[in-house]
């Protein structure tokens, strides 16, 4: 568990600095909790506003208007899901210390690609990489 620690005001992480020191780690730790406490209060407000809702609707487009609100809505809410368990990943990589460092190559994520995406797990160039082949996998895939 890494040692918690207080953050100066306004402290924005550095190329400059060491990197993922505890000052970065509790930034970053902060960054995490609060994206997923936002997340977390749009997703009751979803499961509120879907049990408010009444799925009957005389008016054939008034029903078919409202049933793809709630499609949209559980699409929304099952991303959320996702991008939870991304964070809840995120948040125990800072505390076992393995935050910021690419799980493929061992290389620093750097603090640009993590200001701009808190749960990577890849430095650009392995992302790069794992897109490339993805890309060529499904390239491959058969015409049905």
Not at 5 to 30: D, H, S
Not at 38 to 47: F, I, M, Q
Not at 60 to 75: C, N, V, Y
Not at 102 to 122: D, F, N, Q, Y
Request: charged share 40%.
């Amino acid at each position: 568990m890494i040692k918690k620690v207080r953050l100066p005001k306004n402290y924005r992480p550095t190329e400059k600095e060491a990197y993922m020191n505890g000052t970065m780690l509790e930034y970053f730790r902060q960054r995490l909790l609060s994206w997923k406490a936002e997340l977390l209060a749009e997703s009751d407000e979803t499961l509120h506003n879907l049990q408010e809702t009444e799925m009957y609707e005389a008016d054939a487009i008034d029903r078919a208007s409202r049933e793809t609100d709630h499609a949209l809505e559980l699409r929304t809410r099952d991303r959320y899901r996702k991008l939870l368990a991304k964070i809840d990943s995120a948040l125990e990589r800072v505390d076992s210390g393995d935050y910021g460092y690419c799980e493929e190559t061992g290389e620093p994520i750097g603090v640009k690609r993590l200001e701009a995406r808190p749960i990577a797990t890849m430095c650009l160039e392995a992302q790069e990489r794992h897109e490339r082949l993805e890309r060529t996998r499904s390239d491959e895939q058969p015409v049905e």
